[in-house]
């Protein structure tokens, strides 16, 4: 069965930092992209960060650049979401998503690219 799970997150004041992580099984880790996302209450989901094990390729979302590294264990499975500098706009469920890299370039947050898996979210809260 293929299963993600995120934890990590929890209560940090403003400026604070988190690590998340995404634990990842049943799939071969390499072949696919990993993105996190956030869901803040009463807005849309929002690609957070990506990254492509196959070719090396991360991306971040304009409001977390310089604020946030995605990385990756490929002996652990996990693709670990470094949170600093946070901001209580921030607060929001954090998920993370796995989908095929495919060969074409492709933004992996464009709505014509689709993950297959989710994770269950895991809340993070940032007081002011």
């Known amino acids: 069965d293929v299963q993600l799970q995120a934890f990590g997150g929890g209560l940090v004041q403003a400026g604070g930092s988190l690590r998340l992580s995404c634990a990842a099984s049943g799939f071969t880790f390499d072949d696919y992209v990993i993105g996190w996302f956030r869901q803040a209450l009463g807005k849309e989901r929002e690609g957070v960060s990506y990254?492509?094990?196959?070719?090396?390729?991360?991306h971040y979302a304009d409001f977390v650049k310089g604020r946030l590294t995605i990385s990756s264990d490929s002996a652990k499975n996990t693709v670990y979401l470094q949170m600093n500098s946070l901001k209580p706009e921030d607060t929001a469920v954090y998920y993370c998503?796995?989908?095929?890299?495919?060969?074409?370039?492709?933004?992996?947050?464009?709505?014509?690219?689709?993950?297959?898996?989710w994770g269950q979210g895991t809340l993070v809260t940032v007081s002011s």
């Open positions: 998503a796995a989908g095929p890299h495919l060969d074409e370039y492709v933004d992996y947050f464009s709505p014509v690219y689709e993950y297959e898996y």
């Open positions: 990254i492509s094990k196959k070719d090396g390729r991360t």
